[in-house]
């Protein structure tokens, strides 16, 4: 006779692959042990029941960029803020970034320390990034050793200053770690905007005085982006190296990486919730507080992407969650080409995607579902333990009130700076609850579940 479930989640509609439907989830030893019509001659000797009637069961969201800043800029975010601000919007593993801490993560040594910090005051489950920068590419190998799989680098300057700072890959670096990552069977993913286009129209505005938001937008084309994804799709067909584009915000650029993936090549591509909810129009009318690289662009971009997503030529839906403190982005002084290039959103991601591709277009809650959770979890090598509601797999469940309208207002964030495009932004459903692991990590009514602690995610 099967032990008694630890927690039996009734009444939902859970989104399976492919198809939603009314289930009731039966939850043991953090992991889903049973799916099926009814558990209700096995409520009475469950641990606890959960009614979730008329709300939607997701598989929780795998955020696979974020930079909460660790080690040394905590001020800036933190495991702690971060990770709870990711549970209250329904993600239940995220993988960090290795730029914007001091230092950045492109030793073993300091991917310990990160691990370490990660460890003691995340709220929800974690992998780390890796980083390929000029002069440490012996590094790559020990911290693929140690268990990371992706490795970012910028093809254009990631801003920064002092000697510790995270620095963009020169064309032979890139080349170089590439064939690197190839031969320990990681993957790199590419911030990719070409810096000889972007840093010379940049220095050619503010030289003219032009500085605005709309100027900012100019001086990042998207002949920029479709400049480096194309020098980054030939030296992965040269090197053999599988490739991630983060945050791409154009049709074009998912095009041409549509056609490397007919040809044989092991490529993927992100985009984020701020390139599919706002357009160039946002970032003048809202300030730095939207901006982003690249840049948010016309609407026509915009419809665009969300049309490649019917189509299935996207492959994952991240935040890129970029904070800083409010007078680096809103500054008195400071330019538009100034302020800190970062969005802080990742709380939202979630609802956004819910709210503007299911409920406003009616693009299917699975296909919104597998850009949130299976296709970033696939990325990462940690499907289906990550992911999926399915048996086996590990009980990260977000609950989703599609029933109940709200407007975002500071008072909802937990960013340690409680700013966001999105505040004033309303949302025809809420996140009301977050498990990880069958654990309880957010409540929409209690808030976060202080004993809830994440744990490091290994690839299978």
Request: hydrophobic share 40%; charged share 25%.
């Amino acid at each position: 006779m099967n032990a008694p479930f630890d927690l039996i989640i009734k009444n939902g509609i859970v989104v399976l692959p492919g198809e939603a439907r009314k289930l009731d989830i039966g939850i043991r030893n953090g992991k889903i042990a049973a799916i099926t019509e009814s558990l209700a001659e096995a409520e009475q000797a469950a641990g606890a029941v959960i009614d979730a009637k008329s709300r939607y069961v997701l598989p929780g969201m795998v955020d696979i960029h974020v930079h909460f800043n660790e080690p040394n800029f905590e001020h800036w975010e933190g495991f702690k803020s971060g990770s709870a601000s990711l549970a209250a919007g329904g993600c239940t593993t995220y993988v960090d970034m290795p730029l914007n801490g001091n230092p950045p993560t492109v030793t073993l040594d300091a991917l310990r320390d990160k691990e370490k910090r990660a460890s003691e005051s995340s709220v929800v489950d974690y992998l780390l990034w890796g980083g390929l920068v000029p002069g440490k590419l012996d590094q790559m190998k020990p911290m693929a050793e140690a268990g990371v799989r992706g490795f970012k680098a910028f093809m254009s300057n990631p801003g920064g200053e002092g000697e510790g700072r995270f620095r963009e890959a020169d064309d032979w670096t890139l080349y170089e770690g590439m064939k690197e990552i190839a031969a320990i069977g990681g993957f790199v993913a590419l911030h990719a905007e070409s810096d000889s286009i972007t840093s010379t129209l940049s220095a050619k505005a503010v030289s003219e005085g032009r500085t605005d938001a709309r100027a900012f937008a100019a001086s990042r084309p998207v002949v920029a982006e479709l400049e480096a994804v194309n020098k980054a799709l030939l030296f992965a067909e040269l090197t053999g190296c599988n490739v991630h584009f983060v945050h791409i915000s154009s049709v074009e650029a998912v095009e041409l990486i549509e056609r490397a993936k007919r040809k044989g090549l092991e490529v993927t591509v992100e985009t984020c919730p701020h390139y599919l909810a706002m357009t160039e129009d946002d970032m003048a009318d809202k300030g730095a507080l939207a901006k982003c690289a690249p840049p948010l662009r016309a609407n026509e971009q915009k419809e665009g992407l969300w049309r490649l997503i019917r189509e299935g030529k996207l492959d994952a839906v991240a935040s890129d969650h970029s904070p800083c403190p409010p007078e680096l982005k809103c500054g008195d002084s400071l330019t538009f080409f100034e302020a800190w290039g970062g969005i802080s959103g990742a709380q939202s991601s979630m609802e956004i995607m819910l709210h503007e591709g299911w409920i406003e277009r009616q693009i299917p809650i699975t296909v919104i579902s597998e850009l949130l959770s299976a296709g970033p979890a696939k990325r990462f090598g940690i499907y289906p333990q990550k992911g999926v509601i399915a048996e086996g797999s590990d009980a990260d469940l977000a609950i989703v009130d599609a029933n109940t309208a709200y407007t975002l207002t500071e008072s909802h964030l937990l960013y340690r700076h409680k700013h966001s495009p999105y505040v004033g932004r309303k949302f025809k459903c809420k996140v009301s609850m977050t498990l990880v692991r069958g654990q309880v990590a957010y409540d929409a009514d209690l808030g976060i579940h202080e004993d809830c602690r994440g744990r490091k995610v290994t690839p299978l």
